[in-house]
């Protein structure tokens, strides 16, 4: 045997012990305390040892292990889902979160997820052009978007609402809308739903949610309009500001993949079943929306989030 033949063989046995590994690590909950649990307020360990996931040598998921980096694409002005901290540099929150739990599934250090910001409209080509393995971004799943990218399970249900200054009186709901400034972002069905449902509002198209809040306290506008639980975050964050018109539309959120990867929306499904059932899921939920007003208990949530079948 050559030299060179040696070193590959050495390589795949390698790369079969170091997946083999990684997978019971995650699987094996009894015998390798990991984050998951803990977050999963110590769900009880089963005596069994579930088997370790095989993944096809030629599977997506294989790929990212051998590359050794899962890369995410997620907001970085967003409370609660993807929110940059400016001391460590890193991004928080629900979504941030998930991406974390699915590296872990894959075998893969904290240090091997890499977070990239997404902004909506990067959101489909970023993966199209694979800047990233997965976009988690607060992402609407509907029909025009699962023509251009695979979606996962739904892991929330938002609606879309309307931001206002505590002292606005005039807009009460999204017919409040036509005739006012408002605000939304590029490339996120807010904007799209405010052309349907309040047509005759003037728009303010910006990048992103944090920049219309912005627009909104310097008078460009009188209102921001997106998913209820988004600006729930700005809300929490400045007691100026108040949401108003309750839900008038439903954004189930799952995570993009890129179309053709059906392997990988496999595998992330198989993720969500699992924190879905070990309470996981729940424990996300509690950390990072269980102080907003209004919100079910996680456990009915729960059931909203298992029974949505919009990505599915
Ligand atoms: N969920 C909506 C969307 O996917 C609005 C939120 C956002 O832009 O991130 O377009």
């Known amino acids: 045997m050559t030299r060179h033949r040696w070193l590959l063989l050495l390589g795949a046995l390698f790369a079969t012990v170091a997946l083999t590994a990684a997978a019971c690590g995650d699987d094996d909950k009894t015998a390798t305390p990991t984050a998951a649990k803990t977050a999963a307020g110590g769900s009880s360990p089963s005596a069994t040892v579930a088997p370790a996931p095989t993944f096809a040598a030629d599977s997506t998921m294989v790929a990212i292990v051998k590359k050794g980096k899962l890369t995410v694409g997620v907001k970085f002005d967003q409370p609660g889902f993807g929110l940059l901290d400016p001391a460590s540099n890193k991004p928080d929150g629900f979504d941030v979160q998930l991406g974390k739990e699915i590296g872990k599934a894959l075998g893969l250090k904290e240090n091997q997820v890499e977070f990239v910001e997404a902004v909506s409209k990067n959101r489909i080509p970023y993966l199209q052009e694979d800047k990233v393995d997965l976009v988690i971004a607060t992402m609407t799943i509907n029909d025009d978007r699962k023509t251009q990218i695979e979606f996962s399970h739904t ?47 003037d728009l303010l198209s910006l990048d992103a949610y944090a920049a219309c809040v912005n627009a909104m306290k310097d008078g460009r506008v009188e209102a921001v309009s997106t998913d209820d639980i988004i600006l729930a975050g700005f809300a929490a964050s400045d007691p100026s500001l108040k949401l108003v018109g309750g839900q008038f539309t439903k954004e189930a959120y799952g995570i993009g993949i890129k179309k053709g990867k059906t392997d990988m929306k496999q595998f992330v499904d198989s993720v969500f079943q699992k924190q879905f059932a070990d309470g996981t899921w729940a424990a996300i939920y509690n950390k990072y929306l269980g102080k907003v007003e209004g919100l079910p208990k996680a456990a009915d949530a729960l059931v909203i989030v298992k029974a949505d079948t919009t990505g599915g």
Do not use: R
């Open 155 to 201: 892991y929330y249900v938002a609606g879309q609402s309307i931001l206002v200054k505590k002292d606005n009186t005039t807009i009460k709901g999204i017919d409040d809308l036509n005739g006012k400034k408002v605000c939304s972002v590029q490339g996120s069905t807010s904007e799209k739903n405010i052309g349907a449902k309040a047509p005759k509002a």
